[in-house]
């Protein structure tokens, strides 16, 4: 069964720092998502993508954050400075462009942010 | 704004049933989702509604009634794999596309 699949499964940065999480989503699909969930939190939206170029972005998503669709499969967040508060889960979800309505996740990235 | 409440802890015994009820205020109203959540782990779905009434799906089961703004999730013959946290999503916006609202989870523990 195809899934979403993200890299690195960890990544530990200094406050300060850019960070590029990477993420590919499912073949077929045409809508990619970037949610987070801080420890012990809910699962927050961030930003949806399609067609090259952002749908929808939560205001959290602000200035630091950026993401891109560099080629045909890959799907990149960028933190520009790393904060100590962006230490997360990230997720990257991918919905197929019909038939279903079900958001496939991938297995997240754990970014730590000292 | 968009408030999803969900209890935050149940405990349930091997072989029973559990049910984790769900209410949301939402500024509009396009489908309810499911997700597992094992610790560590990346949410996995489980169910979706977006008519009244009831889904059910091998062991799990889920219910909407949008005029409440309630559904729940019904686990039956529960096993220790079942341990996780049942996170309930609201997809407020009219469009397929549009973002899911997360409630905070429940975090389900199975005994034995």
């Known amino acids: 069964e195809p899934e979403v699949t993200q890299t690195p499964s960890h990544q530990v940065t200094q406050m300060g720092q850019e960070v590029i999480l990477r993420c590919v989503p499912i073949?077929?699909?045409?809508?990619f998502y970037w949610y987070r969930q801080i420890l012990g939190q809910k699962v927050e939206f961030l930003v949806s993508f399609y067609n090259n170029e952002i749908s929808e972005k939560s205001e959290i998503f602000d200035d630091q954050f950026s993401v891109e669709r560099p080629d045909g499969s890959n799907f990149t967040l960028k933190i520009r400075s790393t904060k100590l508060e962006d230490s997360a889960m990230y997720f990257c979800?991918?919905?197929?462009?019909?038939?279903?309505?079900?958001?496939?996740f991938g297995p997240g990235t754990r970014l730590t942010v000292l | 704004g968009q408030n999803i409440d969900q209890p935050t802890e149940m405990t349930a015994t091997e072989g029973a049933i559990v049910q984790i009820n769900c209410t949301y205020q939402t500024s509009g109203f396009n489908g309810l989702f499911w997700y597992q959540q094992h610790a560590g782990e990346a949410p996995t779905f489980l169910s979706y509604?977006?008519?009244?009434g009831l889904e059910e799906k091998g062991r799990f089961s889920s219910f909407l009634s949008r005029s409440k703004g309630y559904s729940y999730l019904l686990l039956k013959e529960l096993q220790m794999k079942d341990s996780a946290s049942y996170l309930c999503a609201v997809r407020a916006v009219p469009q397929r596309r549009s973002k899911l609202t997360f409630g905070g989870g429940t975090r389900v523990l199975v005994k034995p």
């Open positions: 979800a991918s919905l197929p462009i019909r038939q279903e309505d079900t958001q496939y």
């Open positions: 073949s077929n699909h045409l809508y």
């Open positions: 509604n977006v008519l009244d």
